[in-house]
């Protein structure tokens, strides 16, 4: 029988403890957990750990945002779609969000611009953005969904993502593809969702360029996942079995995070 990690809790609040792990939990978890009788006890069975009284509340936090993220990956559906809107519903304009002010937005040249590819893919040429607006182009209107609470509705046109890693030769049968961004930002997509069929590599937002303010020349859209996401600016792709985190990823944020 395997046994169980202890994780050691100098003083803490068991009751408080309980009350924010179940506020970290998605739907399913948090239901299985309630319904276990959402105690001290259940968080124990749920996580895996055995929490004693030495090392970090923070420890047994992240082993449940990583628990999250294992339930999150094994329910989603990659035939199931974000919900889509009108054109009346967009919002005009859209907000800007970053780590950062939007005057400190990256200014890139385009046409100095071009999309590093790498890892396991057959062909590794890099793509400049007159090459990549000659590929088919889709459009959708759906939800953007930022972690801090807010949400807007956009229009954004580009090429779905799926059909870029077919086009390179990317093996999707592994398991990440990682993005790096102008502005020193970072994100890993897990494969299932690089191949959802609205997962986009957006060009443009309400059929005009793709403004400097939401990520010009090229930001990946990812319906199904949380805002930060979605990185912008981006400059290069990477298809790799290894986990390479991301600028949130890296400070505790679930990697899953869909929406």
């Given at each position: 029988m395997k046994k169980m990690r202890s994780l050691i809790i100098p003083g803490v609040d068991k009751q408080l403890l309980v009350k924010d792990a179940t506020k970290l939990m998605?739907?399913?978890?948090?239901?299985?957990?309630?319904?276990s009788g959402a105690s001290f006890?259940?968080?124990?069975?749920?996580?895996?750990?055995?929490?004693?009284?030495?090392?970090?509340?923070?420890?047994?936090?992240?082993?449940?945002?990583?628990?999250?993220?294992?339930?999150?990956?094994?329910?989603?559906?990659?035939?199931?779609?974000?919900?889509?809107?009108?054109?009346?519903?967009?919002?005009?304009?859209?907000?800007?969000?970053?780590?950062?002010?939007?005057?400190?937005?990256?200014?890139?040249?385009?046409?100095?611009?071009k999309l590093e590819v790498s890892g396991l893919v057959d062909n590794t040429k890099s793509w400049t953005l007159a090459?990549?607006?000659?590929?088919?182009?889709?459009?959708?209107?759906?939800?953007?969904?930022?972690?801090?609470?807010?949400?807007?509705?956009?229009?954004?046109?580009?090429?779905?993502?799926?059909?870029?890693?077919?086009?390179?030769?990317?093996?999707?049968?592994?398991?990440?593809?990682?993005?790096?961004c102008a502005e020193d930002y970072s994100s890993s997509l897990d494969m299932p969702t690089a191949l959802h069929a609205q997962t986009q590599m957006t060009f443009k937002f309400d059929n005009q360029i793709l403004p400097q303010s939401l990520g010009f020349p090229m930001k990946i859209r990812v319906p199904t996942k949380l805002g930060f996401k979605n990185p912008k600016y981006v400059t290069s792709l990477e298809v790799t079995n290894d986990y390479k985190g991301g600028y949130w990823e890296d400070q505790g944020y679930n990697d899953f995070s869909g929406s």
């Amino acid at each position: 029988m395997k046994k169980m990690r202890s994780l050691i809790i100098p003083g803490v609040d068991k009751q408080l403890l309980v009350k924010d792990a179940t506020k970290l939990m998605p739907d399913l978890s948090r239901r299985r957990f309630i319904a276990s009788g959402a105690s001290f006890g259940a968080l124990t069975l749920l996580t895996g750990c055995n929490v004693s009284d030495s090392l970090s509340a923070d420890n047994l936090l992240t082993h449940i945002s990583k628990f999250n993220d294992m339930v999150q990956a094994k329910i989603f559906n990659p035939n199931v779609l974000a919900p889509t809107y009108s054109e009346k519903d967009v919002r005009r304009p859209f907000p800007f969000n970053g780590f950062y002010s939007e005057d400190e937005a990256p200014q890139i040249d385009g046409n100095d611009w071009k999309l590093e590819v790498s890892g396991l893919v057959d062909n590794t040429k890099s793509w400049t953005l007159a090459e990549l607006h000659k590929l088919p182009e889709v459009s959708q209107i759906t939800r953007h969904i930022c972690v801090e609470g807010w949400s807007a509705i956009g229009s954004w046109q580009g090429t779905p993502l799926r059909d870029f890693l077919k086009l390179i030769g990317a093996d999707t049968n592994a398991k990440w593809v990682y993005f790096r961004c102008a502005e020193d930002y970072s994100s890993s997509l897990d494969m299932p969702t690089a191949l959802h069929a609205q997962t986009q590599m957006t060009f443009k937002f309400d059929n005009q360029i793709l403004p400097q303010s939401l990520g010009f020349p090229m930001k990946i859209r990812v319906p199904t996942k949380l805002g930060f996401k979605n990185p912008k600016y981006v400059t290069s792709l990477e298809v790799t079995n290894d986990y390479k985190g991301g600028y949130w990823e890296d400070q505790g944020y679930n990697d899953f995070s869909g929406s």
